[in-house]
């Protein structure tokens, strides 16, 4: 049994049993699990630190998940980026930073500095900007303190839904920081770069 063709012929009847009863009895994961991260230190604290008006979401779209939230502060530079896995499944980011100027900021978040188009939303002009080659959008608004950027993979209407939904935060003090004062990278999980 243990030469020959038939001895190979029973040894890989032998191995493809084995391996069959260990996928069956091994868990399969069946659902979607997407970590989910609590930002509201990072909303706070940036809000209470920040020099200009802070804005985050009002709520969560429904389906959308919280995937990252990084904070910095360098001197009186406050720059916040917050993630999110949309309903879609795509990518999509809101940043928000005083780094002078602004533009250069806008401009390194949005991967280009053309200009592809406009909309309005909640009647304030936001930019629209493509970086076809990243399947990168972003929709960006820049003022002479800050620039707000949201953008990532996901398509026009889930980025405009996240710019529809965005609102100031109130400021804070004194700021219920967790971290140390320089810089706060908080609650990240895994986030596709745009």
């Avoid at 991260?37 to 706070?44: E, F, G, T």
């Avoid at 100031?168 to 770069?193: F, G």
């Amino acid at each position: 049994m243990t030469q020959g063709i038939a001895g190979y012929v029973w040894a890989m009847l032998v191995c493809v049993g084995v391996a069959l009863l260990l996928h069956a009895c091994m868990p399969q994961g069946r659902g979607e699990h997407i970590p989910r991260v609590n930002y509201s230190i990072d909303k706070a604290n940036a809000a209470a630190a920040a020099p200009y008006e802070i804005v985050a979401p009002s709520h969560e779209p429904p389906e959308w998940v919280p995937t990252s939230s990084n904070l910095t502060r360098n001197g009186s530079t406050v720059t916040w980026r917050l993630g999110f896995a949309t309903a879609k499944r795509q990518h999509a980011m809101v940043a928000q930073s005083n780094e002078q100027p602004p533009e250069v900021f806008a401009n390194r978040m949005a991967n280009t500095d053309k200009v592809s188009g406009s909309r309005q939303i909640n009647g304030v002009t936001w930019q629209e900007r493509v970086r076809e080659d990243k399947n990168q959008r972003s929709l960006v608004r820049i003022s002479p303190e800050h620039a707000v950027v949201v953008t990532g993979t996901a398509d026009w209407d889930e980025l405009t839904a996240l710019a529809q939904i965005l609102t100031p935060v109130p400021k804070t003090s004194p700021a219920p920081s967790t971290s140390a004062p320089a810089a706060t990278p908080s609650a990240t999980a895994s986030t596709p770069t745009g």
